[in-house]
């Protein structure tokens, strides 16, 4: 991935991108103490110091400025913006928050802009881009310092939309504090980071904190069959808002490997080649009508649709040698599995799927995962997926207590090259085979190690 970015920020958070005369901010994180960091901040050409205002007492070194303030992550956020002229009013800006469908509505908004003839920049879980410029993405949502920079650059290439997708992590920790958006969409909420955030009530509230972000004639489309987005349309004083519902706005009438052909009210039928299930169905109708409400001519929309080519790691498809077919997605949570293995199901009952859960995350969704896979799959392949500080036998134990006791064919191979291969040998040209879990990921992590692991080049073997 090319990385013509710049390294070095006029303010950061992080060392690596001190320069001389930056300003760099000692943020708390929940590991480390930005603190600790402020002597090579120094040695790297930090002039200034920001601090939380609980740290006043700081042994202060000459010639360098201090600044105490109550929330240095919005000072992160504001100082980065005002050091590079406000970049992000000078853009249009579409943000995407929920569980799940974030990347694939982004992917295919961004391609529609493109297909209308605008200049684009993407942010998200997969990879950030301007134009053809690929930068890696560490987070789906970025350090605001990176984000400014981000926007700075989209300037200087006269960028007309930039499209991102906006994590709950990123609203409660002010990463896009000072950002305005001039579209949002609110896909769905489902659970997930939950050892984060204790209850969904609580991750539902820092979802909604995107709506403090829009702007004043700013459009918000929300997925009403959605019991939370529900609450949005009932409980919040929105202006702009469109919300829709299957069957009211729209019907699925083709679903199947050939692609989805949806019938919309008040226009023609929307038909795509490369991606199908329900889900995406949500995905593309929330695409569409932000895109015409964003006032995009609606026969240039659909026909971007139409050529889209779906996203790496969602769905992504690979006929083995003999004739099975076979899905990488990254689907990592129970809704997203069940999502995902219900649409297979349906289009060929001889599932095959390959999965395991992370360590050192939520582990009370491990049972329910595998109580998931045992609804729909004929033969389970339990197998490691980034067991990062954790005991990797002790995951898959905690995933099998929720597998179905009269489930036949469940094998546990740690070794997730070896899973893969099993699941290829178990299948023939009447078998689909599901590998979740880590989509487009191409590492493995294991005990502080980043390994070089990717899920499709493994199946493509076969």
């Known amino acids: 991935m090319k990385n013509l970015f710049p390294q070095k920020y006029p303010v950061t958070c992080h060392t690596d991108n001190v320069t001389q005369g930056s300003t760099f901010i000692a943020i708390k994180g929940f590991g480390q103490k930005g603190t600790s960091y402020i002597e090579q901040a120094i040695k790297n050409g930090a002039t200034k110091i920001v601090l939380d205002k609980t740290n006043e007492k700081i042994i202060k070194h000459k010639n360098i400025t201090y600044l105490f303030v109550d929330n240095p992550r919005k000072a992160l956020a504001e100082l980065s913006s005002k050091a590079l002229n406000n970049p992000a009013p000078k853009l249009k800006i579409i943000g995407i928050t929920g569980t799940k469908g974030k990347t694939t509505t982004t992917y295919l908004i961004d391609h529609i802009l493109k297909n209308c003839g605008y200049k684009t920049a993407l942010l998200g879980t997969i990879k950030n881009k301007i134009l053809d410029q690929e930068i890696q993405s560490k987070l789906t949502t970025p350090q605001s310092d990176f984000l400014h920079m981000f926007f700075n650059e989209c300037v200087k290439q006269d960028i007309n939309y930039v499209v991102m997708e906006v994590s709950a992590h990123a609203l409660s920790l002010d990463r896009i504090h000072t950002i305005q958006f001039d579209a949002i969409g609110f896909t769905n909420l489902a659970p997930e980071h939950l050892d984060f955030y204790e209850n969904m009530q609580n991750y539902f509230n820092a979802k909604c904190k995107i709506f403090d972000h829009i702007k004043k004639q700013g459009i918000i489309v929300i997925n009403s069959d959605d019991e939370w987005c529900k609450k949005i349309a009932s409980n919040l004083d929105l202006n702009n808002l469109t919300a829709f519902s299957q069957n ?39 695409s569409f009508l932000i895109c015409k409400k964003l006032k995009l001519p ?69 049972p329910i995962m595998g109580k998931i896979v045992s609804k729909y799959a004929k033969k389970i392949i339990i197998t490691d997926d980034n067991p990062r500080y954790e005991n990797k036998n002790q995951i898959i134990k905690d995933i099998l207590k929720g597998i179905d006791s009269s489930q036949e064919s469940v094998f546990c191979i740690s070794d997730r090259s070896e899973a893969i291969k099993k699941a290829a040998e178990l299948s023939n040209k009447n078998s689909i085979v599901a590998i979740l879990g880590k989509g487009h990921e191409n590492y493995y992590s294991v005990k502080g190690k980043t390994l070089y692991f990717d899920d499709f080049e493994e199946i493509k073997k076969y």
């Open 248 to 286: 009211k706005d729209f019907k699925i009438i083709q679903n199947n490997f050939k692609g989805l052909i949806l019938n919309v009210l008040n226009s023609e039928n929307i038909v795509t080649h490369n991606i199908f299930g329900e889900f995406n169905a949500y995905n593309i109708i929330m």
């Open 298 to 366: 609606e026969t240039k929309i659909l026909n971007a649709i139409k050529t889209f080519n779906g996203v790496p790691g969602r769905m992504q498809k690979h006929i083995l040698k003999n004739k099975a077919l076979a899905f990488v997605d990254y689907a990592h949570n129970p809704s997203s599995f069940d999502a995902a293995l219900k649409t297979l199901k349906n289009l060929n009952s001889n599932l095959i799927v390959v999965f395991g859960c992370g360590g050192n995350k939520d582990k009370t969704k491990r």
